[in-house]
């Protein structure tokens, strides 16, 4: 049924909302869809409601503050920054604010349940060692009055009742009901009841919603394997049945080696990278890697979306959006005829919107403004920092940030280190260094937070500045002479390709030609501080007392893969390369679509893709026939017709770079090949496989 929304949006306001191409990512294509993920950097544990025609997402943001991050969007696809629950942890221990050797790394706040019941804005948390944590505002901007629950209920589902009772859902496995106090104070003594034993396969990260009159219970389980499921029962209490309703939809991206350490062990975060253990990772197997934890929310067209994360290589995690089928009475995640899996690129929730609402629908944006001139009174909303900072030993001073050197031997234990999320695919972080302020034994520079972590940045010894860079995972300090006694300024760069997990750091003098220091490094996904990479600006001293400063200005972030515009090749005649058989797809004579098998290239090979406008293409080989599947597109069911109105109508999916895929919106399958049983094209495939090798992912190349 969605797919006759397509055309009635008027194209010029597609053009009017792409004003201008994007220069960081967003999700939005400009053309009435969206392609995954919604942000291509971390954006754990994702819960979602709608209030009125506005959205809001809630996510985890662990030791780093301001914390608890909230985003709002209009339209589910574009969304903006618009508050944190709290600037800092209000507790008064060491390990909050990093002193002492003592730290939450991997710990802070996680798992957050937003709600908005009683004219207020519920966000429902845990810190570990601290129990339930609560806040509450009239306003999603704030401020927000934070209530400690305490308590043992952790990544949890909060429901507020027709009744006026509230309850929290919460477990791994055996899943447990207990009910709150209305005022926030606490648990109510006594309730707590087990509503779904273990043994049923249901595993965490819960999220709870009442529709027409039925109880839902989204959750998750990594064991042995990432899945969403979703239990349902007449009453809160239960009895539920559970079923399965999205798995093994990794987007063609498979897990990557992860930072591991001893059984039994703490990991010392100052330790020698080179004692860190390594867990490869099969580029065929699903493993936790695919989309599973998140929250459902139903569109003000009607339509109901699952926003869910994924873990994804040296990024961390990120958030999916993906369309809800209603069948049985079961939320399944996809589209009718390929349930469990979903688009990469699908139409945009508010695509039946009339032509009035569309013009007053959200401009294509980025969440977050990464560059940053520190010319404001305040830091923008995309920085954090690493733990509670020391406020007296930072400022923004004449249009530079200062940082204050405070004592630490290595820097994921250096104070006041400013950390902004990396983004994905690519893109290159650059930095103006200053270094008069500098003191003997200080180190400032530019860093990855991670583990194993990295940086480049100048060291002052005595009199002498040395460029250094360090890798902790190979315990590594490479050395660049310079001379930094003219104009102490210097500027650093690390550039990152995430999709493929390495990243360089480069400096220069001027601004306009930068040299390479160290080597291209292996980047690692991990869950010991359960982030992903960060940015990093730093001022620490290594001999143990506070020194001088450092300052930082003009911090840019440029993303050469942002602009997708001319990803689909509307209007050339290419090639049609599958990943799998490594072979052109060829429009054989005799009317089916197979393989060649020497690399023809005669015009059999050649096809030419037709714009149908919104995504939407055809494919004309160039002896005049053009695709049509038959039947219920099964091997040999992939044909041709001289007639353009019976061609076959595929929504391009987007894979960047030159990969892509093509889904019908007849039956909801891809078109693919096997590789191995020698059966001609079909369109019966429901998605990629994680290493891109069963034969529904292809590449396109031109032909000139």
Same mark, same amino acid.
């Given at each position: 049924?969605?797919?006759?929304?397509?055309?009635?949006?008027?194209?010029?306001?597609?053009?009017?909302?792409?004003?201008?191409?994007?220069?960081?990512?967003?999700?939005?294509?400009?053309?009435?869809?969206?392609?995954?993920?919604?942000?291509?950097?971390?954006?754990?544990?994702?819960?979602?409601?709608?209030?009125?025609?506005?959205?809001?997402?809630?996510?985890?943001?662990?030791?780093?503050?301001?914390?608890?991050?909230?985003?709002?969007?209009?339209?589910?696809?574009?969304?903006?920054?618009?508050?944190?629950?709290?600037?800092?942890?209000?507790?008064?221990?060491?390990?909050?604010?990093?002193?002492?050797?003592?730290?939450?790394?991997?710990?802070?706040?996680?798992?957050?349940?937003?709600?908005?019941?009683?004219?207020?804005?519920?966000?429902?948390?845990?810190?570990?060692?601290?129990?339930?944590?609560?806040?509450?505002?009239?306003?999603?901007?704030?401020?927000?009055?934070?209530?400690?629950?305490?308590?043992?209920?952790?990544?949890?589902?909060?429901?507020?009742?027709?009744?006026?009772?509230?309850?929290?859902?919460?477990?791994?496995?055996?899943?447990?009901?207990?009910?709150?106090?209305?005022?926030?104070?606490?648990?109510?003594?006594?309730?707590?009841?087990?509503?779904?034993?273990?043994?049923?396969?249901?595993?965490?990260?819960?999220?709870?919603?009442?529709?027409?009159?039925?109880?839902?219970?989204?959750?998750?389980?990594?064991?042995?394997?990432?899945?969403?499921?979703?239990?349902?029962?007449?009453?809160?209490?239960?009895?539920?049945?559970?079923?399965?309703?999205?798995?093994?939809?990794?987007?063609?991206?498979?897990?990557?080696?992860?930072?591991?350490?001893?059984?039994?062990?703490?990991?010392?975060?100052?330790?020698?990278?080179?004692?860190?253990?390594?867990?490869?990772?099969?580029?065929?197997?699903?493993?936790?890697?695919?989309?599973?934890?998140?929250?459902?929310?139903?569109?003000?067209?009607?339509?109901?979306?699952?926003?869910?994360?994924?873990?994804?290589?040296?990024?961390?995690? %990120? +958030?999916? /959006?993906?369309?809800?089928?209603?069948? &049985? #009475?079961?939320?399944?995640?996809?589209?009718?005829? $390929? *349930?469990?899996?979903?688009?990469?690129?699908?139409?945009?929730?508010?695509?039946?919107?009339?032509?009035?609402?569309?013009?007053?629908?959200?401009?294509?944006?980025?969440?977050?403004?990464?560059?940053?001139?520190?010319?404001?009174?305040?830091?923008?909303?995309?920085?954090?920092?690493?733990?509670?900072?020391?406020?007296?030993?930072?400022?923004?001073?004449?249009?530079?940030?200062?940082?204050?050197?405070?004592?630490?031997?290595?820097?994921?234990?250096?104070?006041?280190?400013?950390?902004?999320?990396?983004?994905?695919?690519?893109?290159?972080? %650059? +930095?103006? /260094?200053?270094?008069?302020?500098?003191? &003997? #034994?200080?180190?400032?520079?530019?860093?990855?937070? $991670? *583990?194993?972590?990295?940086?480049?940045?100048?060291?002052?010894?005595?009199?002498?500045?040395?460029?250094?860079?360090?890798?902790?995972?190979?315990?590594?300090?490479?050395?660049?002479?310079?001379?930094?006694?003219?104009?102490?300024?210097?500027?650093?760069?690390?550039?990152?390709?995430?999709?493929?997990?390495?990243?360089?750091?480069?400096?220069?003098?001027?601004?306009?030609?930068?040299?390479?220091?160290?080597?291209?490094?292996?980047?690692?996904?991990?869950?010991?501080?359960?982030?992903?990479?960060?940015?990093?600006?730093?001022?620490?001293?290594?001999?143990?007392?506070?020194?001088?400063?450092?300052?930082?200005?003009?911090?840019?972030?440029?993303?050469?893969?942002?602009?997708?515009?001319?990803?689909?090749?509307?209007?050339?005649?290419?090639?049609?390369?599958?990943?799998?058989?490594?072979?052109?797809?060829?429009?054989?004579?005799?009317?089916?679509?197979?393989?060649?098998?020497?690399?023809?290239?005669?015009?059999?090979?050649?096809?030419?893709?037709?714009?149908?406008?919104?995504?939407?293409?055809?494919?004309?080989?160039?002896?005049?026939?053009?695709?049509?599947?038959?039947?219920?597109?099964?091997?040999?069911?992939?044909?041709?017709?001289?007639?353009?109105?019976?061609?076959?109508?595929?929504?391009?999916?987007?894979?960047?770079?030159?990969?892509?895929?093509?889904?019908?919106?007849?039956?909801?399958?891809?078109?693919?090949?096997?590789?191995?049983?020698?059966?001609?094209?079909?369109?019966?495939?429901?998605?990629?496989?994680?290493?891109?090798?069963?034969?529904?992912?292809?590449?396109?190349?031109?032909?000139?």
């Amino acid at each position: 049924m969605l797919s006759r929304y397509f055309h009635l949006i008027p194209l010029f306001l597609f053009s009017a909302l792409l004003s201008a191409q994007p220069t960081s990512w967003t999700a939005d294509n400009g053309n009435g869809t969206f392609t995954n993920p919604l942000f291509y950097d971390e954006f754990s544990d994702p819960d979602i409601i709608r209030v009125g025609d506005d959205y809001y997402l809630a996510g985890t943001t662990m030791h780093t503050v301001p914390g608890l991050v909230i985003l709002h969007s209009k339209d589910l696809v574009n969304w903006e920054n618009i508050s944190y629950c709290f600037d800092r942890f209000d507790f008064p221990e060491d390990r909050f604010a990093l002193k002492n050797h003592q730290e939450i790394y991997g710990q802070g706040i996680w798992a957050p349940c937003i709600r908005y019941a009683n004219g207020k804005f519920y966000v429902f948390s845990n810190i570990n060692g601290k129990g339930l944590q609560c806040y509450t505002s009239e306003k999603i901007e704030g401020p927000w009055k934070h209530h400690n629950l305490q308590g043992n209920i952790y990544d949890l589902a909060v429901h507020f009742d027709d009744d006026g009772k509230v309850y929290a859902i919460h477990g791994y496995g055996t899943v447990k009901c207990t009910e709150l106090k209305p005022d926030m104070s606490g648990p109510i003594e006594g309730t707590e009841r087990v509503i779904i034993p273990e043994g049923n396969g249901v595993g965490e990260g819960h999220h709870m919603y009442k529709i027409n009159g039925m109880y839902y219970l989204i959750s998750t389980d990594y064991s042995p394997n990432g899945r969403t499921l979703c239990s349902r029962a007449k009453n809160i209490w239960g009895p539920y049945e559970t079923r399965v309703i999205q798995a093994d939809e990794t987007y063609g991206y498979h897990g990557v080696a992860r930072t591991t350490v001893p059984r039994g062990t703490r990991y010392r975060i100052g330790e020698d990278g080179t004692k860190f253990g390594t867990a490869p990772a099969s580029p065929d197997a699903t493993g936790c890697d695919n989309a599973h934890q998140g929250g459902i929310v139903q569109a003000k067209n009607g339509t109901w979306w699952a926003l869910l994360m994924q873990d994804f290589h040296s990024i961390g995690r %990120t +958030v999916c /959006l993906m369309p809800i089928t209603w069948e &049985d #009475g079961w939320p399944m995640i996809g589209l009718k005829g $390929n *349930l469990g899996r979903a688009p990469r690129t699908y139409m945009k929730p508010d695509q039946c919107m009339t032509s009035a609402q569309m013009e007053d629908a959200q401009p294509i944006h980025a969440p977050y403004n990464r560059d940053e001139d520190f010319n404001g009174k305040q830091l923008g909303r995309i920085w954090q920092w690493n733990h509670n900072p020391d406020d007296k030993m930072w400022c923004l001073k004449g249009g530079r940030l200062r940082l204050n050197t405070v004592p630490a031997e290595q820097l994921m234990w250096a104070r006041n280190t400013l950390t902004q999320r990396v983004i994905g695919p690519k893109s290159i972080a %650059t +930095v103006e /260094l200053y270094v008069k302020g500098m003191k &003997d #034994g200080d180190v400032c520079g530019l860093g990855n937070i $991670n *583990l194993p972590c990295s940086w480049i940045g100048v060291v002052k010894e005595g009199k002498d500045f040395s460029l250094r860079c360090f890798e902790q995972l190979t315990n590594d300090t490479v050395f660049a002479p310079i001379d930094l006694s003219s104009n102490g300024k210097i500027y650093l760069r690390c550039i990152g390709d995430y999709d493929n997990n390495q990243a360089q750091y480069a400096y220069s003098t001027d601004g306009k030609e930068f040299i390479a220091l160290g080597r291209m490094m292996p980047l690692q996904y991990q869950l010991i501080t359960f982030q992903g990479s960060r940015h990093a600006l730093f001022a620490y001293n290594i001999k143990g007392k506070n020194g001088g400063f450092a300052e930082f200005d003009n911090f840019s972030v440029n993303e050469p893969m942002a602009d997708r515009s001319k990803n689909i090749p509307i209007g050339k005649t290419i090639r049609i390369i599958n990943k799998a058989t490594k072979q052109p797809a060829i429009a054989l004579k005799h009317g089916l679509l197979h393989d060649t098998f020497n690399r023809d290239k005669s015009e059999l090979t050649q096809f030419r893709v037709i714009d149908c406008e919104q995504g939407h293409v055809t494919l004309q080989c160039l002896d005049g026939r053009y695709i049509k599947v038959y039947g219920n597109g099964l091997p040999g069911d992939v044909r041709f017709t001289t007639d353009p109105k019976e061609a076959e109508v595929f929504l391009w999916q987007d894979y960047l770079g030159h990969d892509f895929m093509l889904l019908s919106l007849k039956n909801h399958k891809y078109l693919g090949k096997s590789p191995t049983t020698g059966s001609s094209y079909s369109l019966d495939f429901n998605g990629p496989d994680p290493a891109r090798r069963n034969g529904a992912v292809f590449e396109w190349e031109e032909v000139e």
